[in-house]
């Protein structure tokens, strides 16, 4: 599964964007997470969508971020309001075909390209 993550770029304190993951082939069958990596720190989770479409969020984007999937359209979307300058990075869709749901980022088989969001104040 080839994985490519768009739609990034630079919004104000408070807007919003959507990030998009697609892929020339369905993935139905993978769980996909959404991993952001900030300059000088590790990668972390922030949220999965399960084959199901059952959603997972970390706290820090909890009631902010809206994980969906279109398996159609092979298309997974990372609907994000109410932006805060904490949540600039970059930011990568991922495939995984785990049991539950991982966070760790080494359980994930299959990796997009980022892409870079930038929120300023």
């Known amino acids: 599964v080839q994985l490519q993550a768009s739609g990034g770029g630079l919004v104000q304190v408070g807007g919003a964007l959507t990030l998009s993951c697609t892929s020339e082939?369905?993935?139905?069958?993978?769980?996909v997470g959404w991993f952001r990596q900030a300059p000088g720190k590790e990668r972390e989770f922030v949220a999965h969508?399960?084959?199901?479409?059952?959603?997972t969020y970390a706290e820090s984007v909890k009631g902010r971020f809206t994980v969906s999937r279109d398996n159609g359209k092979k298309m997974v979307t990372l609907q994000m309001d109410k932006l805060k300058v904490d949540d600039t990075a970059v930011y990568y869709c991922?495939?995984?075909?785990?049991?539950?749901?991982?966070?760790?980022?080494?359980?994930?088989?299959?990796w997009g390209q980022g892409t870079l969001v930038t929120v300023s104040s």
């Open positions: 969508i399960t084959w199901a479409g059952s959603p």
């Open positions: 082939r369905p993935f139905p069958s993978y769980g």
């Open positions: 991922a495939a995984e075909s785990r049991v539950g749901v991982p966070v760790d980022p080494r359980e994930y088989e299959h």
